[in-house]
């Protein structure tokens, strides 16, 4: 009865972590007038979820507040640049209206680019110019193709999560894809 207890405690602690960092999130997101906001926070998300020495709520509050103030304006700055990137590949989706196989090839390109978006916060380092990341972002998407499918699958699971119960998925649903892309196993394939 003790372990079973025990196991109940650490996955109410987890769930506990995922729901505050999923709040402090959308407020910080929120704080940034959710343009601003939304690269800082959700790296600060990231390394949190990283540290996991940190427990206490309040520290997680001061360690998330601390990555995301320190790390503001440079990723504002990669946010601009991943921004102008996107706009630019779906303006490319109207340019090509009339052609299936063009829309076709532009759709798995922005794909390409979720992914190498989501290794780019994965893989951020504080204080690195932010070009080198972003084209590093992109090499891990083929450094991982094994990884590129699980994260796809995790971004599937937590659509059909969303359409099924949108008000749970409120609460954890960018935290927990964080947690379990966090979980993979990046080693390079030979």
């Known amino acids: ?8 405690v650490q996955v109410v602690q987890r769930v506990y972590r995922l729901v505050l960092l999923q ?9 940034g ?21 940190i ?15 320190s790390n ?3 990723l504002n700055t990669a946010g601009c640049i991943w921004v102008i990137m996107f706009i630019l590949m779906v303006t490319n989706i ?21 992914l190498s978006l989501i290794y780019f916060f994965l893989f951020y380092i504080p204080k ?3 070009i080198k990341q972003i084209y590093y972002s992109f090499a891990y998407g083929f450094a991982f193709p094994k990884n590129n499918i ?9 659509y059909i999560g969303i359409q099924m119960v949108p008000g749970v998925m409120f609460f954890i649903g960018i935290s927990m894809s964080f947690f379990l892309f966090e979980k993979l196993d990046f080693q390079l394939s030979s």
Not at 23 to 31: Q, V
Not at 33 to 53: C, D, Q, R, S, W
Not at 55 to 69: A, L, P, S, T
């Open 72 to 74: 503001w304006l440079s």
């Open 1 to 8: 009865m003790k372990r079973f207890s025990t196991s109940y």
């Open 94 to 114: 109207f340019l090509f209206r009339g052609l299936l196989f063009m829309q076709c090839i532009i759709t798995g390109i922005l794909l390409y680019m979720l």
């Open 128 to 130: 690195q110019p932010i």
């Open 23 to 31: 709040l402090l999130w959308l407020l910080f997101t929120l704080f």
């Open 33 to 53: 007038g959710i343009v601003l906001g939304l690269f800082p926070a959700t790296y600060a998300l990231v390394e949190v979820m990283k540290n996991k020495e």
């Open 55 to 69: 427990e206490d709520g309040k520290m997680i509050f001061r360690r998330f507040y601390q990555v995301y103030k």
């Open 150 to 158: 699980l994260i796809i699958a995790c971004l599937v699971a937590l």
